[in-house]
Nanobody
Framework: QVQLVESGGGLVQPGESLRLSCTVS????????MGWYRQAPGKERDLVAR???????NYADSVKGRFIISRDNRKNTVYLQMNNLEPEDTAVYYC?????????WGQGTQVTVSS
């Protein structure tokens, strides 16, 4: 069973930064496409950023230029560097691992941006 463990959430003020991490328990990590999603109260879960097995990335328009997704295949870990955070970024952030017809989710980590 593939498990994803997220960390790095917290409470920050507008304009500050956070880095989320997600470590995946699989020997095939390098073959997975990895994504970060977020869900705010009363809203749907939306894609924030995604990185493929070959390193191609895509971002939601709302985070372009502020967030960076990266991966370290030696550590089975994907990161989400979040800069210049805004109150609208407040949500539970979920890590997703996808390969062929399978996808797996982490338990989520809360990010709160408030002054």
């Amino acid at each position: 069973q593939v498990q994803l463990v997220e960390s790095g959430g917290g409470l920050v003020q507008p304009g500050e930064s956070l880095r989320l991490s997600c470590t995946v328990s699989t020997s095939l990590f390098s073959l997975y496409a990895m994504g970060w999603y977020r869900q705010a109260p009363g809203k749907e879960r939306d894609l924030v950023a995604r990185i493929t097995s070959t390193g191609s990335t895509n971002y939601a328009d709302s985070v372009k230029g502020r967030f960076i997704i990266s991966r370290d295949n030696r550590k089975n870990t994907v990161y989400l560097q979040m800069n210049n955070l805004e109150p609208e970024d407040t949500a539970v952030y979920y890590c997703n691992a996808e390969i062929r017809t399978y996808d797996y989710w982490g338990q989520g980590t809360q990010v709160t941006v408030s002054s």
